[in-house]
């Protein structure tokens, strides 16, 4: 009974992270390539990089140690549940963030002014400067929370949170270059979109 238990649950977690991870970066991709154009897209844009492919383990490694050892701590349905919730909210922020950002969404940071790349104010950035940020940061650490990973949902917002403490200054510099009192302006009158961080 227990071991059924324990591979439902297993079963049941493991494959809501898998499609959550497949999910997100194969998306990322398609719709790189529909807004820039085959080209213009590289794997890059797949987001999968070796420190996060690490802590993806490294979670895993958790998870696997935890269900083992202590079964109890992963049937806590409402506390997984509300990881999944995040995740959708998370995935679903982020992708409305990119659509919406149009050619002016680029996964590298823009150093030089382009024709194409306005500064856009509406939709999801009316009120959150940064919501494929926000996206990004609540994803993670929903995928986390889904998983009961104590450590892990730790660990991932204090990463992702510094992660995002230095990434946002140094786009805002190039972005104030670029449209000047226009981005001071929207810049007072919202939200980065990560806690504590202005
Ligand atoms: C990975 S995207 C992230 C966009 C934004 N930080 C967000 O979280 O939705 C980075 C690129 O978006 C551009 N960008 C960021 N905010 C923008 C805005 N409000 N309007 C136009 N371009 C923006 C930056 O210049 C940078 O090249």
Redo the contacts with the bound molecule.
């Keep these: 009974m227990t071991e059924t238990l324990i591979s439902y649950t297993a079963c049941r977690h493991l494959s809501q992270m898998f499609f959550a991870v497949f999910f997100f970066h194969c998306s990322e991709y398609i719709l790189a390539i529909s807004i820039h154009g085959k080209n213009r897209v590289t794997l890059k844009s797949l987001l999968v990089t070796k420190a996060y492919a690490l802590a993806m383990i490294c979670s895993l490694i958790e998870y696997s140690l935890e269900i083992y050892f202590f079964p109890g701590m992963k049937e806590n349905w409402s506390v997984s549940n509300t990881g999944l919730c995040l995740v959708f909210i998370g995935e679903l922020v982020r992708k409305l963030?990119v659509i919406t950002?149009g050619k002016?969404?680029?996964?590298?940071?823009?150093k030089y002014h382009e024709e194409s790349?306005?500064?856009?104010?509406h939709g999801v950035?009316e009120y959150i400067?940064?919501?494929?940020?926000?996206g990004f940061f609540v994803w993670s650490v929903g995928t986390q929370i889904m998983l009961c990973n104590p450590f892990s949902t730790l660990a991932f917002a204090l990463v992702v949170w510094g992660f995002f403490k230095r990434r946002i200054p140094y786009?805002e510099f190039?972005?104030r270059q670029?449209f000047g009192s226009e981005y001071e302006v929207?810049a007072r009158r919202t939200w980065s979109?990560i806690p504590f961080i202005e």
């Design positions: 963030a950002a002016s969404f680029t996964h590298l940071i823009k790349h306005v500064l856009v104010t950035y400067r940064h919501p494929s940020y926000f786009e190039f972005l670029f929207y979109g």
